[in-house]
């Protein structure tokens, strides 16, 4: 192989090389990105978890004062919440159900 074969190979490694670098510093870029929105995020996540905190220390000082018991209230929100949580269940299991009884039916 004459100098020009390998000149030719070397030009070759060359545009590989630059082209791993390019991809590396759009990948570097991508994750500082990444970083700074996860940060961001994290924030907004503490604010909000403060927020909530003096909401809910608010919300059980004003149910005190009215003679409101918040275990109570939370304890029938959340049997509330699961019964609907079961009935929406039971509903898709019942279309189903209908939708493969139709298919073997007809059959």
């Given at each position: 192989m004459g100098l020009g074969g390998t000149a030719k190979k070397l030009q070759k490694v060359t545009e590989m090389a630059e082209d791993v670098y390019t991809r590396l510093n759009d990948l570097r870029d991508q994750i500082v990105e990444m970083r700074e929105t996860?940060?961001?995020?994290?924030?907004?996540?503490?604010?909000?978890?403060?927020?909530?905190?003096e909401m809910r220390a608010i919300l059980e000082t004003l149910a005190e004062q009215e003679g409101i018991d918040v275990d109570t209230?939370?304890?029938?929100?959340?049997?509330?919440?699961?019964?609907?949580?079961?009935?929406t269940a039971a509903d898709r299991?019942?279309?189903?159900g209908e939708a493969d009884g139709a298919s073997e039916s007809d059959a």
């Open positions: 996860t940060q961001d995020t994290a924030d907004r996540v503490d604010r909000l978890e403060k927020e909530t905190a209230v939370t304890a029938e929100a959340h049997i509330a919440e699961a019964e609907a949580d079961d009935a299991a019942n279309d189903s």
